[in-house]
């Protein structure tokens, strides 16, 4: 098969693409405690994996290969454009890069990044006056940084699924639930019946669809 110019191979597209993500996320996050580091660290490990298959070496290609040949005669599995495992599977025709899922992650990840800059600027400012975040995007959830990244991530796996990515995600999610309650008992012991009060209106993590006076 043809598929013209080498489309993986290329580790210096691997270095700045992750490079470029990792830096963004951290001038808006800023990790400061261990917790923190643990939370960038694994979303930073997810951006490397990922790039190192949309760039370095498909192995999630390799590895359904076999199947993919078997369904999709002619494939070629070295083009750039098959990486885009869904539109593939959907047996979408064109240039995925266009396709209602690839535009539908640029959303993902645009409000990801947005939601994570306007969240850290009000938890910036609330622990300066060591006092408790509840405005902005705290208004409507305890924890939209952790939204965030769970948005950025999606985003990713919309435009560019592996295998490695796909099993991380579940474990993401996990880790930053337990990150979550972790979080909010710590801030318990430091606001006391305040923060209860503000974790009684507040969901942890789905916002109320039409906000309330009262508490639920």
Request: no cysteine; aromatic share 18%.
């Amino acid at each position: 098969m043809n598929h013209g110019e080498a489309a993986y191979g290329l580790w210096s597209l691997v270095i700045i693409n992750s490079a470029i993500f990792i830096m963004f996320a951290f001038s808006f996050f800023k990790p400061a405690s261990a917790r923190d580091w643990r939370t960038f660290g694994a979303f930073a490990a997810f951006v490397v994996a990922l790039f190192v298959e949309m760039y370095g070496f498909p192995l999630t290609i390799y590895l359904l290969s076999g199947w993919l040949q078997t369904r999709y005669p002619g494939l070629d599995l070295m083009s750039h454009n098959t990486g885009h495992l869904w539109s593939t599977l959907l047996g979408e025709k064109g240039d995925p890069h266009f396709s209602p899922l690839h535009i539908a992650s640029y959303i993902f990840l645009g409000y990801g990044f947005y939601l994570l800059s306007a969240a850290w600027n009000i938890l910036y400012h609330a622990q300066r006056r060591h006092t408790l975040a509840t405005s902005g995007p705290y208004e409507r959830v305890r924890h939209p940084q952790y939204i965030a990244f769970v948005l950025i991530l999606l985003g990713f796996l919309l435009q560019w699924p592996t295998l490695l990515t796909l099993l991380m995600f579940p474990v993401l999610l996990f880790m930053y639930g337990r990150l979550a309650v972790t979080e909010e008992n710590q801030m318990r012991k430091e606001f006391g019946a305040a923060y209860d009060s503000y974790a009684q209106r507040t969901p942890r993590f789905i916002p109320h669809i039409i906000k309330t006076g009262s508490p639920t």
